[in-house]
């Protein structure tokens, strides 16, 4: 609806020698206010310099295409409200189950190249609800940028370099040793979880006694390495259980085995933009507003944290993306403007990275907080609740809320089969459409040629409004790849969904009246098309059956 409202308004703007950039088109905000609504009237006030109401007349008297719609009407101030016809809105459903996805996605991105970093968790424990939702959201928004024309590529960054891979080694020694038999003191600060014990013993198993009677410093790089790429194995495996794909994995350690990590300061100082202060090594942060500047070597001569992640960024620039999007958790806000310093200093603009928050999330069972876990000790892992309620139903919660804002996941709703559960509500919709169409097959009712379908049938206000939901649906697809906000069409799918279900209980769909009939299998085939293009994008199944 939206292609084409715009197309009449911009043959109308040529007719009338106006020249105006965007034309913004919006939902109507209430059934009375029509299908879409435009304030362009109120826009051109100043320029063609008359009441906007009058601009509005002006407008609607020289649409040449008034066939299309049942009214236009002038609201307010000057909004231009449309209500299209219902011959247009039964042609536009035949177009868009006979086009499918090319009807319902626009082609935003041109091919531009994206890259999207995200989960990145330190492989030094499973991965935990927080590390879940970053994944479920990245993924979906990889998806949704893809089918909206962007040549997207999926990386995660390994931190298996510094402080918290050699404690992983450290308390796996540990706990090797208690295993072993011998009187060795954990470490204070070491990590307690189950999964530590796992690689303790799979150390044993493989190993046997041979590094009972060492020091830590003389077995540390073979007790780092085991654990954390045993640990990063898990969270690998996690993430394909969940579905969750990248197409690049990069190494912190590579970075500095290569020579990146110096080469990337060495560059930013014939740049100009490192200097040294009080024994320690210093980049300009501030010169491209960053509250202060930030120390890239210390006093002792080793790299701080932030060093790596210069030369990370730097090595992104370097593949040339149109775009990068870094997806964090919500406390490294505070880091996000010493990245875009970095940046900028490489000679990128400040907007080509896009720096995405995910807030963290409560888990309950029956509106009680859930606080342990049986495998990490301290967090309940992704692992557990997708054992529990499965990937679908766990993603899906994940993307029923914007990413920067707080999330309750209650465990008990994720598993109930009624509308209390999102995501079994949607993908019972789909299933329910299977179990209608093979009642009206047995019937020996087929819809094999739908364009011969007397779609004028549908008259009840349910199918006129659902019929206007599915045509709203790619504005829907093409707001949340602008805004990057996979969420809106989880509750796109939410609010089609609670449409549908109440409509089958009111009115049957396999009815005495042949065409009748046919008229809504074919609706529900439009229903079960733009069903299928959601879940798609976030990732998740259509059961066939529930």
Not at 215 to 237: C, G, P, Q, T
Not at 498 to 506: A, D, L
Not at 531 to 542: Q, T, V
Request: hydrophobic content about 40%; aromatic content about 12%.
């Amino acid at each position: 609806m939206k292609k084409k409202l715009n197309s009449v308004l911009q043959d109308t703007f040529n007719a009338l020698a106006i020249t105006f950039p965007e034309i913004i088109l919006e939902l109507a905000k209430e059934e009375s206010f029509g299908d879409l609504a435009t304030p362009v009237a109120m826009s051109l006030s100043k320029i063609l310099k008359k009441p906007p109401r009058k601009i509005a007349e002006d407008i609607i008297n020289s649409i040449s295409e008034k066939n299309i719609f049942e009214k236009i009407e002038i609201a307010g101030p000057g909004f231009i409200n449309f209500t299209f016809s219902k011959a247009y809105l039964y042609s536009e459903i035949k177009a868009l189950i006979k086009m499918g996805s090319s009807f319902l996605r626009e082609d935003i991105g041109k091919n531009r190249r994206v890259q999207i970093e995200f989960v990145s968790a330190n492989p030094t424990g499973p991965l935990h609800l927080g590390h879940g939702r970053g994944a479920a959201f990245g993924s979906a928004l990889s998806n949704l940028l893809e089918a909206g024309g962007y040549d997207v590529e999926c990386e995660y960054y390994i931190n298996d370099a510094g402080r918290q891979v050699k404690l992983l080694g450290i308390s796996v020694f540990a706990r090797y040793n208690q295993l072993s038999g011998r009187d060795y003191s954990f470490p204070e600060e070491g990590y307690k979880g189950g999964y530590v014990d796992d690689i303790a013993r799979a150390i044993i198993k493989n190993a046997g006694n041979k590094y009972s009677d060492c020091r830590f410093e003389d077995a540390e790089a073979f007790f780092i390495d085991f654990s954390y790429k045993m640990m990063l194995e898990n969270i690998k495996k996690d993430l394909r259980d969940f579905g969750v794909a990248f197409n690049t994995w990069q190494s912190e350690r590579e970075l500095y085995q290569k020579s990146e990590v110096e080469h990337s300061i060495d560059e930013l100082r014939r740049k100009g933009y490192i200097y040294e202060q009080d024994g320690a090594i210093w980049f300009k942060a501030t010169e491209f507003g960053d509250d202060k500047d930030r120390v890239v070597i210390k006093k002792d001569g080793e790299y701080t944290y932030f060093a790596p992640d210069i030369a990370y960024h730097r090595k992104k620039i370097e593949k040339k993306f149109d775009e990068l999007i870094d997806i964090w958790g919500a406390d490294h806000h505070g880091y996000i403007p010493r990245i875009q310093a970095v940046i900028q200093a490489f000679g990128y603009p400040k907007e080509s990275l896009r720096v995405l928050l995910v807030q963290m999330v409560s888990l309950l069972r029956g509106g009680k907080p859930v606080s342990m876990s049986k495998r990490a000790g301290e967090f309940v892992t992704l692992r557990e609740v997708v054992d529990e309620v499965g990937a679908d139903t766990t993603k899906f919660i994940f993307l029923t809320r914007r990413s920067d804002s707080h999330l309750e996941f209650d465990l008990e709703v994720a598993k109930a089969q009624s509308a209390e559960n999102p995501v079994f509500y949607v993908q019972y919709a789909n299933a329910r459409i299977n179990s209608i169409f093979s009642h009206a097959r047995e019937q020996g009712i087929h819809i094999d040629k739908f364009e011969e379908t007397d779609l004028g049938l549908l008259t009840t206000p349910e199918e006129l409004r659902m019929i206007k939901k599915l045509l709203t649906y790619p504005m829907i697809f093409e707001g949340a790849v602008i805004a990057h906000e996979p969420h809106r069409i989880t509750f796109y799918l939410q609010e089609l969904a609670g449409m549908f279900h109440p409509y089958y209980h009111k009115h049957k769909v396999v009815t005495d009246d042949i065409n009748l009939t046919k008229a809504r299998l074919v609706l529900c085939e439009a229903v079960q098309i733009v069903l299928k293009d959601g879940l798609e994008i976030l990732g998740l199944s259509a059961p066939a059956k529930m």
